[in-house]
């Protein structure tokens, strides 16, 4: 009705995800279901990529029961499990697994690296979704205020539309104070694009301003202060 197209996500494993799902089921005949978050990570569904590989049945089966036929992997991140690697081991684990895309998240702060990124990925033949991006890394300061993010965008966008391997992309919308893991001395990147009042921010303004069969990096805007 507004505009956005809601796609599920089976989270993890355990009582509050992937059992829950199971018992209550899901949102039918949408898009896409994503696979579990960053199971790379011990502090999100921190899942082995063998153990994930035996849960997908399960996440096979709830997508069918919901009449949803498009299935996306676990979306990984980097961290000391190498996300390369957990896939490897993941799709090495997972023969004739249904897995319709691949999804992951990079919070590097500068289109060269972002590109860099993305050419990891096509290693495994799917098209990519990333499924959040935004700049929060401690080794780019300069790029972590509203400033920094725009700068970022004009960057980001236009080549994430260039790219045919890109199938989807969404922003990580956070604003600096609101990040469950702060990573630069206490702060991280002020990303946010909607305010809690429903109004957009500038980098929101910014990011909605992105339209057209041919995007190109629209008029610079001034972030609120």
């Not at 690296?113 to 959040?132: S, V």
């Not at 790219?163 to 893991?181: C, K, L, N, R």
């Not at 429903?198 to 990011?207: M, P």
Request: negative net charge; hydrophobic residues 40%; aromatic residues 12%.
């Amino acid at each position: 009705r507004h505009g956005i197209n809601f796609i599920p996500m089976v989270w993890g494993a355990g009582a509050n995800h992937l059992d829950r799902a199971v018992e209550d089921g899901l949102p039918r005949e949408k898009r896409a279901l994503l696979g579990f978050n960053e199971p790379n990570f011990p502090e999100q569904a921190n899942l082995s990529p063998q153990k994930a590989a035996s849960l997908w049945p399960l996440v096979e089966e709830l997508a069918r029961n919901a009449s949803i036929n498009y299935i996306v992997s676990p979306a990984v991140n980097f961290a000391a499990y190498d996300p390369i690697q957990w896939l490897q081991e993941f799709f090495g684990n997972c023969t004739g697994c249904k897995v319709d895309a691949v999804a992951f998240h990079t919070y590097t702060c500068f289109g060269r690296y972002l590109k860099d990124h993305i050419e990891m990925y096509k290693i495994f033949q799917r098209p990519l979704w990333l499924t959040e991006f935004a700049c929060c890394e401690a080794s780019s300061l300069e790029r972590l205020p509203a400033e920094g993010q725009m700068a970022y965008m004009r960057e980001a966008i236009p080549l994430l539309e260039r790219d045919e391997s890109i199938e989807m992309y969404s922003w990580f919308s956070m604003f600096e104070d609101d990040w469950a893991f702060p990573i630069v001395d206490g702060k991280n990147g002020d990303a946010g694009l909607v305010y809690s009042n429903g109004t957009l921010s500038a980098l929101g303004e910014l990011y909605a301003s992105f339209t057209g069969p041919h995007l190109v990096a629209p008029p610079s805007i001034a972030p609120q202060t």
